[in-house]
């Protein structure tokens, strides 16, 4: 038994997590008048959030930033602006933050898309992110780590305003299949590697991914259309969470 293949699309595969996201994404976007609107999607990385999220901002036109390591305030309130038209974004942080809230209150429908967020879930300024949210009644949607929820329960007045926490999952053997078809079109993947391939990734979307290229590298090396666990190289060279062993000295 293999997985089979179609024709490549250019499109994301529809994996639980884009479904599971879309669904979030919907929810806060047609919520009833006086529900809070902010949103939570975490888990562990490499399950495919961020890839899940930009499909989402694509059908919504919603506004998509990304936080990192030294965003401060500031920085985070010229992302949002620049992300929303204005190149070149002037003024106090107030003024900016102002100016975010006019612009979000237009379009309430338009949903802001915080990416990373555990980078400020931390930090005090997180409530920025609830002034924004109170003042434009925007929906807006934190994506981050596993550890994004507790990080946010420290900051009552953000945490209460959830409408709901999503935690992105793992990939099952339908998520694989689509994966599959999505990274190597044209190549079939033995059951026995399939198989193998989730259990030694834990269902870690990325890792798959690097592991289907590296089917299809190999595949193309030995003119192969069907690859299975010992044409791969048996298990152990499926690259899993796990980096390899020192070698001992000679």
């Known amino acids: 038994m293999t997985v089979s293949v179609n024709p490549p699309?250019?499109?994301?595969?529809?994996?639980?997590?884009?479904?599971a996201f879309t669904s979030l994404i919907?929810?806060?976007?047609?919520?009833?008048?006086?529900?809070?609107?902010?949103?939570?999607?975490?888990?562990?990385?490499?399950?495919?959030?961020t890839k899940s999220a930009i499909f989402g901002a694509?059908?919504?036109r919603a506004a998509y930033v990304e936080c990192g390591q030294m965003t401060t305030a500031r920085s985070l309130l010229v992302s949002i602006l620049m992300e929303l038209g204005l190149p070149k974004p002037?003024?106090?942080?107030?003024?900016?933050?102002?100016?975010?809230?006019?612009?979000?209150?237009?379009?309430?429908?338009?949903?802001l898309i915080i990416d990373e967020a555990h980078h400020i879930a931390h930090?005090?300024?997180?409530?920025?992110?609830r002034e924004l949210h109170d003042k434009s009644d925007a929906p807006i949607v934190l994506i981050g780590e596993e550890t994004l929820p507790k990080h946010l329960e420290a900051y009552e007045r953000v945490h209460n305003?959830?409408?709901?926490?999503?935690?992105?999952?793992?990939?099952?053997?339908?998520?694989?299949?689509?994966?599959?078809?999505?990274?190597?079109?044209?190549?079939?993947?033995?059951?026995?590697?399939?198989?193998?391939?989730?259990?030694?990734?834990?269902?870690?979307t990325r890792r798959i991914?690097?592991?289907?290229?590296?089917?299809?590298?190999?595949?193309?090396r030995d003119g192969l259309d069907t690859i299975g666990l010992d044409q791969f190289g048996g298990r152990e060279a499926i690259l899993g969470l796990r980096a390899p062993m020192p070698r001992?000295?000679?």
């Open 248 to 250: 001992a000295a000679r």
């Open 9 to 19: 699309v250019n499109k994301p595969a529809p994996l639980r997590n884009v479904a």
């Open 209 to 220: 991914v690097v592991n289907l290229a590296k089917a299809e590298e190999i595949a193309a």
């Open 161 to 204: 305003r959830m409408l709901d926490w999503v935690a992105a999952v793992p990939c099952d053997a339908e998520d694989f299949a689509m994966l599959a078809r999505t990274v190597a079109p044209r190549l079939s993947i033995g059951a026995d590697l399939a198989s193998e391939m989730l259990d030694v990734t834990a269902g870690n």
């Open 90 to 111: 002037k003024g106090t942080a107030t003024d900016m933050l102002n100016e975010i809230v006019e612009i979000l209150a237009r379009d309430p429908r338009r949903p």
């Open 26 to 49: 919907n929810r806060v976007v047609d919520r009833r008048p006086g529900l809070p609107g902010l949103a939570c999607f975490y888990g562990h990385s490499g399950l495919g959030k």
């Open 123 to 129: 930090k005090a300024f997180v409530d920025v992110v």
């Open 58 to 60: 694509n059908r919504h």
